[in-house]
């Protein structure tokens, strides 16, 4: 069974502002307050991530760093070419990592 999407997202490739909505039990929980710059939406997806595994919730936080990976990667050819090699190197890094514990 698919597992459902704890993130919903709202790209705006003229302005380059990214919103999104973290849902649990379909909840708005967190959001990212409305069209923010990319780069500091992304940053606080991680930010997110970062607060759930530190609340004991690590699947969650794994569930949402999988689904920033799958959205970052799609954003990357629509972005500066700095955040899009940003993008690059942390979704490898991501994607190793996530190699190396299965």
Same mark, same amino acid.
């Given at each position: 069974m698919a597992k459902k999407k704890l993130l919903r997202w709202r790209w705006d490739?003229?302005?380059g502002r990214l919103a999104w909505e973290y849902v649990r039990s379909?909840?708005?929980v967190a959001t990212s307050g409305g069209e923010v710059p990319v780069? $500091?939406?992304l940053s606080a997806?991680?930010?997110l991530a970062d607060e759930l595994e530190e609340s004991d919730r690590g699947d969650e936080a794994e569930r949402v760093m999988e689904e920033w990976a799958a959205l970052a990667w799609s954003l990357k050819d629509q972005v500066d070419a700095e955040? $899009?090699?940003a993008i690059e190197e942390a979704c490898t890094?991501?994607?190793d990592a996530d190699n190396?514990?299965?």
């Open positions: 490739p003229e302005t379909g909840v708005p780069r $500091k939406a997806l991680i930010d955040l $899009k090699r890094e991501w994607w190396e514990e299965e």
